[in-house]
């Protein structure tokens, strides 16, 4: 079944696009992003994971990062365009989302952890799907790095969250009205957290002496023992600036998601797809 067919067969009475991916993953483009889930957990998580003295040498890995991201991302786009499933209006919608997330991060710039890039990741993972949501995260975050001159060894790390914070967006269970505006604003409040507590694992391990007492990494100390001292550390340093950013956003979502998600999937419908609804006619019952 084709793309067009695809969303022909999952479109409403009122032409609302209802399926819950309207560009699923190709076999090659599930297979990057695969990589890209791999590489980014080893990146946030190798304090818990190799706890030994070397460890402290991944302090210098953020440029390879970068490269190995950038990569992977380029195979994920490559992928699609290969499978020529990505015409010109859907690379527009596209970089609309993702312009439109970089001028957001302009506008707030991290202020008291205020952040409202991610309203606009969520509803374009929620209505693009899961591959298109990280790809619009990854890009949207590193257009506003740019745009801010926020450009650093964070920025590979800060993508790849970016990027999982759209990517889950899709994998929300399907629901629409206000049931579905109020999942979006949970997951907005709880993703905003998640993404400020493994955002600090990129620079956590290197404190040192600066971490507060008990709230520093550990070299050799176990995983469980680490964990504990980040917990600490989150409580003491992070959970206050991550805790605005959730709640902007969940906000954002029950103000303006509707009207946001409605133009998107208006945008996704057609443009990719152009595809008219086709409604089968209902059985008829014997008397």
């Given at each position: ?170 994998c929300l269970p399907r629901c629409g009205g206000w049931a579905e505006r109020w999942l979006l604003a949970a997951y907005a409040l ?21 971490a507060p007492t008990g709230a520093g990494f550990v070299p050799g100390a176990g995983w469980q023992a680490n964990l504990g001292h ?57 008397p």
């Amino acid at each position: 079944m084709t793309v067009r067919e695809r969303v022909a067969a999952h479109t409403g009475p009122a032409g609302r696009v209802q399926v819950a991916d309207p560009l699923p993953l190709t076999w090659a483009s599930a297979l990057a992003m695969a990589a890209v889930g791999v590489v980014g957990f080893v990146a946030f998580a190798w304090p818990f994971l190799v706890p030994t003295e070397a460890a402290l040498a991944h302090g210098q890995d953020a440029p390879w990062f970068f490269a190995v991201l950038l990569a992977l991302l380029a195979a994920v786009l490559l992928a699609e365009v290969s499978s020529g499933r990505l015409e010109p209006k859907t690379i527009t919608v596209i970089a609309v989302v993702v312009a439109t997330g970089g001028a957001l991060r302009v506008l707030s710039a991290g202020t008291a952890g205020l952040e409202a890039m991610f309203f606009v990741v969520i509803v374009a993972g929620r209505v693009l799907g899961r591959g298109i949501g990280f790809v619009c995260g990854a890009l949207a975050l590193v257009t506003g790095a740019f745009l801010t001159g926020g450009v650093g060894p964070w920025l590979p790390f800060q993508m790849v969250n970016a990027g999982w914070v759209g990517l889950l967006a899709a994998c929300l269970p399907r629901c629409g009205g206000w049931a579905e505006r109020w999942l979006l604003a949970a997951y907005a409040l709880i993703s905003g957290l998640l993404y400020g507590a493994a955002m600090n694992l990129w620079f956590w391990p290197f404190l040192g002496a600066a971490a507060p007492t008990g709230a520093g990494f550990v070299p050799g100390a176990g995983w469980q023992a680490n964990l504990g001292h980040y917990a600490t550390f989150y409580v003491a340093t992070s959970l206050a600036w991550d805790l605005p950013r959730g709640i902007l956003n969940a906000v954002l979502v029950l103000l303006a998601g509707g009207p946001v998600l409605a133009v998107l999937r208006r945008a996704a419908r057609r443009a990719a797809f152009d595809a008219a609804p086709r409604f089968e006619p209902e059985e008829t019952r014997c008397p």
